[in-house]
């Protein structure tokens, strides 16, 4: 047997319990694969655990490890470090929870904080240096860990309570999607709920939206007083919240 063949048998054995793979590897291997195949699955649950540890107070353990045992099943890992293996998880928990969607919220939000926290360095703008910025032509460069996912429930409000060990808010959905944005700021990897419009004029200033063309956006949906108040309001927000790295 070559070694492209062995690793291809011991893999299928991990992952599917291949009882063909097992008699290739030899009866002398049989003993030792049941204990390679439970290290294995150790790891895995050990890793959806540490990363999903508010999702798991929220559904109970039972629940949880009934999900984690599905998603293992039906999701092996593909990339060489074990760091990406939860990022196909809140997948998982919406096909298990369709009518509870707060539940992958919660995941999604336990996933992006774990991963902004790991997430590139970068410095934030100041409000010191905002006199020196050009708003007519500025384009705004967005911190390399902000993540933004739709958000229908109340979810934040669940996940911080989780958090601070207090009794969690009944699920309430929301009167209209809006969304969840994750960040790190400073070594403090945050969240907050945020509306449509500031959803969408983040991904606008992401896409390259000059500042200029963002406050005419909003003049055209708001009109010229609210429009560039809002603008102003949400620059001023991600400013202090060390979402602007620079301009540009």
């Known amino acids: 047997m070559s070694l492209l063949a062995l690793q291809r048998d011991f893999r299928a054995w991990l992952v599917d319990e291949d009882a063909g793979a097992a008699r290739r590897l030899g009866v002398s291997a049989v003993p030792g694969l049941g204990v390679y195949q439970n290290n294995y699955r150790a790891q895995l649950v050990a890793c959806l655990e540490e990363t999903f540890a508010r999702t798991r107070d929220w559904i109970g353990g039972g629940a949880f490890h009934e999900a984690v045992i599905t998603h293992i099943a039906r999701v092996p890992p593909n990339n060489w470090t074990l760091d990406a293996y939860p990022r196909d998880f809140p997948a998982t928990l919406a096909m298990l929870y369709p009518d509870d969607a707060e539940v992958a919220e919660l995941a999604w939000i336990d996933l992006a904080l774990g991963e902004a926290f790991v997430g590139p360095d970068a410095v934030a703008l100041t409000t010191e240096e905002l006199p020196g910025v050009d708003w007519d032509t500025a384009i705004l460069r967005l911190t390399p860990t902000l993540d933004l996912a739709d958000l229908t429930t109340n979810a934040t409000a669940i996940w911080s309570a989780l958090a601070e060990g207090e009794v969690p808010p009944a699920v309430e959905a929301l009167p ?27 991904l606008s200033a992401r896409d390259g939206l000059s500042f200029a063309e963002l406050c005419d956006v909003m003049v055209a949906s708001r009109g010229e007083t609210e429009g560039i108040a809002r603008a102003g309001a949400l620059l001023g927000r991600w400013v202090a919240d060390g979402l602007i790295v620079a301009t540009q």
């Open 176 to 202: 209209q999607t809006g969304a969840i944005l994750v960040w790190r700021q400073g070594l403090s990897a945050q969240f907050r709920a945020i509306d449509h419009y500031e959803r969408q004029a983040l």
